[in-house]
């Protein structure tokens, strides 16, 4: 049973020209990633499938074509029967070979006119199968991103209150150092308070 939402994307494109995805490169680049699924995989190889038997019907359809002039050029050429019996017999069996391999040729370029006429519409719907697939895809991973995205965005938020506090922490303990280093310098004097740093770590100024 296809999922509701594949449903209504099908719909909504109903009417409209689709372009041919797997004919695009940057479709493949889209999908290189983790995003690729086996089922998008096969109706890209459907879809390529149904595309290479269309050119494969246009070029033998060409080539039954060309068969079928140089066939009718050939019953002109024997059409004359007149010449004795001998000569008039065998072109008689060219012209109704010539004939036999024209209907059947005939057949065959019927059915591939037809097979040809009928692909355009399953490839459209092919197409587009695989497009809603493509894009059902990337939507949910697109969504995943989001919900990332705002998990990250609220870390940097807590952190971001969590840095103006220690900074707020940083510049009261720094204060403090300093307001206690410059009593010690005004109750003992440079000289005293020096040799005190030469067997202790002075504490930075900031």
Not at 4 to 11: D, W
Request: with cysteine; glycine share 2%.
């Amino acid at each position: 049973m296809k999922d509701k939402s594949l449903v209504k994307f099908e719909a909504a494109l109903e009417g409209k020209k689709v372009p041919l995805v797997t004919l695009d490169n940057k479709w493949y680049i889209l999908f290189e990633s983790n995003l690729r699924t086996s089922a998008l995989t096969n109706l890209e190889e459907k879809l390529n499938k149904l595309l290479r038997r269309q050119g494969h019907l246009f070029h033998e359809i060409k080539e039954m074509e060309n068969a079928k002039q140089t066939l009718l050029d050939k019953i002109l050429e024997n059409m004359d029967t007149s010449s004795d019996d001998m000569h008039g017999g065998i072109k008689n069996k060219k012209l109704m070979a010539s004939k036999k391999l024209i209907n059947e040729l005939n057949v065959k370029i019927a059915n591939s006119e037809k097979e040809l006429e009928d692909l355009p519409e399953i490839i459209n719907k092919v197409n587009k199968t695989l497009l809603v697939e493509g894009m059902r895809i990337c939507y949910n991973a697109m969504k995943i991103n989001k919900q990332n995205i705002e998990e990250i965005n609220t870390w940097i938020e807590n952190i971001r209150v969590e840095l103006k506090k220690n900074v707020v922490r940083k510049q009261e303990i720094q204060e403090e150092t300093n307001q206690m280093y410059s009593y010690m310098h005004d109750i003992l004097g440079f000289k005293i308070v020096d040799v005190f740093d030469l067997y202790n770590e002075a504490p930075s100024q900031e």
